[in-house]
């Protein structure tokens, strides 16, 4: 037998071992959430399952294509992510700062008057230095609906999550919101 060969196998066996050690929850998703992978792999993120994919073939001026979406519920809150990808030069020859404010605010003012609502977040963010907004607006019972938008290149993500005032609901929202992650990070 060749070298070579006998080394893997034992690389190959000493991973079998190491897997049959952890336990097999560690290797297991935790139960009622699921990952979500794009098509492209240009992203990941967890969300409550089972997320419910749609697509949409709304065009907007500077659409390239059609709006990918993910819908999923947890103890009646709302966990929504989406993405559309944008004509070539879009955003990269805009200011990508302004256009996510204006992207991740949208129409909230008329939606959300300040004089009933408390906007808690509404700031610009980064991930894996890519622009992006965020906007987290509160009702008089502490309620929460939590919007991040980012635009990465010529495509624009959005996350929106709604949360009651309780601990586990906006540890929930949380987790979904952090849990966006790109194959690209900004140079």
Known sequence: MKP?????????????????VVPAAAWAQEAGWQT??????????????LAQKSTAAEKEKGHAGERVAW??????ELFDFD???????WFSSRDSKAMARDLG?????????????????DEPVTLQGWDGYALDIEDTNGSRV?????????????????ARDDAAAKGAAAR???SLRLAETRP
């Open 36 to 49: 979500v992978v794009g098509s492209d792999l240009r992203f990941r993120l967890e969300m409550p399952a």
């Open 4 to 20: 070579g060969v006998m080394k893997r196998r034992l690389v190959v066996r000493a991973l079998l071992m190491a897997s049959a």
């Open 83 to 89: 993405y559309v990808d944008y004509d070539p030069g």
């Open 71 to 76: 819908q999923s519920k947890l103890d009646d």
């Open 105 to 121: 605010r949208g129409e909230a003012e008329k939606a959300f008057p300040r004089a009933r609502f408390k906007y808690v977040a």
């Open 176 to 178: 979904f919101l952090e």
């Open 146 to 162: 939590m919007m991040r938008t980012y635009i990465v290149k010529d495509r624009l993500y959005r996350l929106l999550v709604t």
